[in-house]
Each structure stands twice: as structure tokens, then as C-alpha cells.
């Protein structure tokens, strides 16, 4: 086949055929195709776009692309979750225990990612817990999800090649917002991962790829839909990501949010969110009714098996569970700073994406694959939407490893509270779930 007559098809908006689009992953996955006709061919789609058909294929093709993940020794149905990417989003660490702990027999084998630019990654979460490792082979992952129930490792440099260097095109041209390429993307991955059940958090708002509600919605009919073309049981929940998920935005700060929800002593949105994330999962898996979904997963954040089970999988991945069940034990950077109210008032909103962008300056996050990154950085939001805060009350604290980096945050999150004199509105966090 010949490349640039498969791109000029594209660009003039026609369909390519099964044998096409296989041509185009199976080049970009083994590098016989050049990076600038890839390229060229991801912005002829994000100008054009992609039928259904097309992107469904495009998907099973990269799913493909390189190993898969056989969970047939995992006993039960495998149930999985994804996140689009938002600011402070930690719901894995909740969500996927209590689904564990629950007791239905179902089971969360769940491959993650890093973190790049201003959205954590859960990896880099979890290896703020010292000793906590990812990189795990296949027998030892599969033997941890049949005795705790859970675990979250590292995706393999063999899982989707084509998406790898796709993706790493799409970054540096601008041609991430590409409905198609980002649910073709989400699914390859979550498709050769395994699982029967696949429950999707799609978020809209500043601190999200999507802006608009319709916009995610309309993503998560597509992701949905290609997940039912290719046998698999597809759930969505559309979210708010406006404001920042929780009090906490950094790794290991994060990890302390979680802990905090599960053993009870933090609620709101994320103890909100993560429940219902918990509840969808046991409830696409054919555990039961979604009302008595719910109840279990009540249960088992009430009772504390939740935080229980998130210890063992610590512990079985050879991190320390005495971080899990006594979180100051984390140490915290002691370059630190108090950003303060300059009037009274009612805290109206916060800008999550400029608190993502001041979290990565701080440390928490990188601006490269391989970048490190401090995982005691980052910010806990003092005060949140809905709560006042009296003239030089603390908004936020900032945590670093240098006072350089403390300014370029101070100034980052220089307009990113607003106050007002009447206490604001309530909002929703789930906007709507499909299913």
C-alpha cells in the first residue's frame, strides 16, 4: 500500500477500509512508517474524523499491535477503570479496593500509567509507598489479583506499540483532542489489558481534555460503542473535573487523600465519585442489582475493609502497608508555603488546571516520559468550592524542594481562587451515566 494515498483519503474525509487501517498500526507499531507521514495522517483525522466502524477497527488493531494480557487464570469476571486524566484524581486507589473488598467475586486487574504534565499518573502514586513495586511479571500479577482481589501494576513496553508512538506523536502535534484518536487510544489499552467489564470517568472542564459536558458525553458514547462492537461490557460516567478532585494534588500527598477517604475521615466529591465508580464496576460485572451494588460498596467503606484491602495489595506488591494504614508516615517536604486569602468570602471556584500546572511546577509532575519527579510535592487546597474563608485564611499549602519552585507556583495560582459574598450553588460530580 502507499502511505500518502491512504493520507490524502483521509484528508479528503473518506472512509479506509479493515486492510488500511491495519496497514497504517502494523507501520506504526514496527517503525516502517515515518514519523512525519504518521504524523500527517493524525492530523488528517483530527481535521476529518473517523466513522465508528473505523475507529472500532482502529482500536482492535492497536489492541493488537503488541502483547495482550491473558487473565484466564484470574478467577471470577475481571472488572477494570479508567479516568480521561484530571487534577487530584486518585479514585483508583479507592474505587478498585473497595471493589475488592466488596466480596462479589469480582476482581480488579488493572495495568496504569505515569503521569505527563499536569495529570498524576497512578503509578507515580503508588510508588511514593516505599518498597511498592509495578513492574511486575504476569504470573506475579495474576497471583496477586487471585489472592487480594486487586492490583495495580505498570503497563509493559510491549502493550500497544503503536499506540505508544502514536500517542507521543499526537503530543508534540497538536492533534490530542481528537475524539476518535483519544477513545481508539483509551480502549486499545484497556482492551489488551483483558478485562470483561471496562467502567469509564470521563471528565469535562478546565482541568480535562474535553471542556464541555456534551463534548465528554459525546466521547463516551464512542469509547462505549467501540467496547460493545468488540464483546466487551462498557459503563460511563461523566464527570466535573472544573475544580480540582479532593483537597489533595501531588503523588504521595494523593495516596494520604485516599487512605483518609477510606478509613472514613474524608468525604465529598472524591469519596463520592470513587463509590460510585465501585458501584458501576460490581454493577456491569453482573454482580447484582445496582442498588445493592451501592450498599456493598457502603459497607465496605464504613466497615474499613476498604483501606484493609488497599494494605494487602500493597503489601503483596512489596510496599509497606504501615504507609496505608498510618499515612503520616509520609514524609512531607519541609520547603513549604501558605498562599492566603486577600479578602473574605466564599470560595466560588478553583481553577484546576492552573492548580495542575502549579503542581507540576512544584515537582509533582513531569514535562517528559522520563523526567523525575518529587513525589512529597505538590498542593492540599485548604479550602475548597462551598467553603468561606476569612482575609488571610490559608487557601492552599504548597509543597516543594526549593523556594525557586515555590515562586514559579505562587504565581501560577495567582487567579486561580475566586471568592464572592453569597455562598455559591451546590454542583454536580457525576453529570450523567451511560451505560
Given at each position: ?7 490524502e483519503k483521509k484528508k479528503h474525509g473518506d472512509a ?275 442498588t445493592v451494588c451501592a450498599d456493598r460498596i457502603s ?45 473574605d468570602g466564599w470560595v466560588a471556584a478553583t481553577d ?84
Amino acid at each position: 500500500m502507499n502511505m500518502v494515498a491512504l493520507i490524502e483519503k483521509k484528508k479528503h474525509g473518506d472512509a479506509l477500509d479493515n486492510a488500511e487501517i491495519e496497514y497504517i498500526v502494523r507501520g506504526a507499531a514496527d517503525g516502517t512508517i515515518p514519523d512525519y507521514q504518521l504524523a500527517a495522517f493524525l492530523m488528517a483525522v483530527c481535521f476529518t474524523g473517523m466513522s465508528d466502524e473505523e475507529t472500532a477497527q482502529f482500536t482492535a488493531c492497536m489492541a493488537h499491535s503488541g502483547e495482550t494480557v491473558d487473565l484466564s487464570a484470574v478467577n471470577g469476571t475481571k472488572a477494570d477503570k479508567h479516568s480521561t486524566g484530571g487534577i487530584g484524581d486518585k479514585t483508583t486507589l479507592i474505587a478498585c479496593p473497595l471493589v475488592a473488598a466488596a466480596d462479589c467475586g469480582v476482581r480488579v486487574a488493572k495495568l496504569s500509567g505515569r503521569g505527563l504534565g499536569f495529570t498524576g499518573g497512578t503509578i507515580d502514586k503508588l510508588e511514593s509507598i516505599p518498597g511498592l513495586r509495578t513492574d511486575l511479571d504476569a504470573d506475579t500479577f495474576i497471583g496477586i489479583v487471585n489472592r487480594v482481589g486487586v492490583c495495580v501494576a505498570g503497563q509493559t513496553k510491549s502493550l500497544v506499540p503503536a499506540d505508544k508512538r502514536l500517542y507521543a506523536l499526537r503530543d508534540v502535534t497538536a492533534t490530542v483532542d481528537s475524539a476518535p484518536l483519544i477513545a481508539a487510544s483509551v480502549m486499545s489499552k484497556k482492551l489488551a489489558g483483558g478485562s470483561d467489564v471496562i467502567v469509564l470517568d470521563v471528565k469535562y472542564g478546565s482541568g480535562a481534555f474535553m471542556k464541555t459536558a456534551e463534548e465528554a458525553e459525546s466521547l463516551a458514547l464512542r469509547m462505549a460503542d467501540i467496547g460493545k462492537r468488540l464483546g466487551k461490557r462498557v459503563s460511563a460516567l461523566i464527570t466535573d473535573m472544573h475544580v480540582p478532585l479532593g483537597r489533595a494534588v501531588g503523588n504521595a500527598l494523593e495516596v494520604q487523600e485516599a487512605c483518609a477517604v477510606l478509613s472514613g475521615r474524608a468525604g465529598g466529591p472524591l469519596a463520592e465519585l470513587s463509590a460510585a465508580l465501585a458501584t458501576e464496576m460490581l454493577f456491569a460485572a453482573g454482580a447484582d442489582s445496582r442498588t445493592v451494588c451501592a450498599d456493598r460498596i457502603s459497607s465496605a467503606l464504613r466497615s474499613g475493609r476498604g483501606l484493609e484491602k488497599l494494605a494487602e495489595m500493597v503489601e503483596a506488591q512489596g510496599g509497606d502497608p504501615a504507609y496505608i494504614r498510618n499515612p503520616v508516615r509520609f514524609p512531607q517536604s519541609q520547603v513549604r508555603r501558605t498562599l492566603y486569602a486577600p479578602s473574605d468570602g466564599w470560595v466560588a471556584a478553583t481553577d484546576a488546571l492552573a492548580v495542575g500546572r502549579a503542581a507540576c511546577a512544584l515537582g509533582a509532575g513531569r514535562s517528559s516520559k522520563d523526567a523525575p519527579i518529587d513525589h512529597a510535592a505538590g498542593i492540599l487546597l485548604e479550602r475548597v468550592r462551598g467553603e468561606y474563608v476569612r482575609s488571610g485564611g490559608a487557601l492552599a499549602t504548597l509543597f516543594a524542594d526549593s523556594i525557586e519552585r515555590l515562586d514559579e507556583a505562587e504565581a501560577l495560582l495567582a487567579d486561580a481562587f475566586r471568592l464572592q459574598d453569597k455562598k455559591p450553588q451546590p454542583t454536580k460530580t457525576i453529570y450523567k451515566t451511560i451505560c
